[in-house]
């Protein structure tokens, strides 16, 4: 209960900053955060199917730290936000690809700091002249009333940094197919660019390679990034399962008789 006092009373107001023993050296050291992030974010075990013998595998569900803040960006923002109300700005720019988690995060932030947010985000050659959609961290972003600004991806790498290759926020089927697949057999849903590629990647060499993992204990970080996943529908539609119209005739009549035709 007294936690639960302290981190309500805590939520987006700005607290002096100590560094934990092993980023003591750094140089700046951050004097402040704004609290922002529900931490600490909880460690469960994780049956993931086919571990080898005595692997034990934990998940920190650091998709956990909050709703429209979700995911590991919320953690750096606590400080570069704290560092922009220090500096006395009025405003956030900032940049990423088109589903971008970091953006989304950033606006929301923005917003509860009572700072405007400018939006530059990457996109297809083909989508820059159109309006971008509501599909996932867009909707958000919009809601809170970020300043969207389109750019093509050649036109970023001519005047920003170099174009993050071409498998970024791309998925194959099979890719998405075991998202689906650990979301059915364990409940937790990854998401499409890193946490599911991550797990992809960790199951794939598990099964090449079961005696380098046998007897490990591995901590899996899911760093959030769920509202990707709407942009990922149209793949994901064949994957999932069927539906059908429930059959009325078979149900059971309410003993009420409300709803009888007859
Ligand atoms: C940005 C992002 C990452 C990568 O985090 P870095 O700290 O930049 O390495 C991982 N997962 C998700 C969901 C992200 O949005």
């Known amino acids: 209960m007294a936690l639960t006092t302290a981190s309500t009373l805590e939520f987006l107001s700005k607290k002096p900053y100590t560094p934990p023993s092993w980023a003591s050296h750094l140089n700046p050291l951050p004097s402040h955060v704004f609290s922002l992030a529900h931490l600490p974010t909880p460690i469960h075990k994780w049956n993931l199917p086919n571990l080898p013998p005595n692997t034990h595998l934990y998940l920190k569900r650091d998709d956990l730290s909050g709703m429209q803040l979700s995911g590991n960006k919320v953690r750096k923002l606590e400080f570069l936000m704290a560092d922009a109300v220090a500096q006395g700005a009025d405003c956030i720019i900032t940049i990423g690809g088109i589903q971008s988690n970091h953006c989304r995060a950033t606006a929301v932030a923005a917003k509860y700091l009572n700072l405007d947010c400018y939006l530059i985000l990457r996109t297809s050659k083909a989508l820059v002249d159109q309006d971008p959609g509501l599909t996932g961290n867009l909707l958000v972003e919009r809601l809170v009333g970020a300043h969207v600004q ?19 926020a791309m998925n ?3 890719e ?11 409940g937790v849903v990854l998401d499409p660019v890193y946490s599911g590629k991550a797990a992809y990647g960790l199951v794939k060499d598990i099964s090449e390679s079961p005696k380098k993992w046998e007897g490990r204990k591995i901590l899996f970080i899911h760093t959030g990034g769920l509202l990707g996943l709407f942009d990922k529908v149209d793949q994901i539609a064949p994957l999932v399962g069927k539906w059908h119209r429930m059959d009325v005739n078979e149900s059971v009549p309410r003993q009420d008789g409300i709803g009888k035709m007859f």
């Open 172 to 174: 194959t089927s099979e």
């Open 150 to 168: 389109l750019i093509s991806k050649e036109e970023y790498a001519k005047i920003g940094s170099v174009a993050k290759g071409l498998g970024y």
């Open 176 to 186: 998405l197919n075991f998202v689906r697949e650990i979301a059915a057999t364990t």
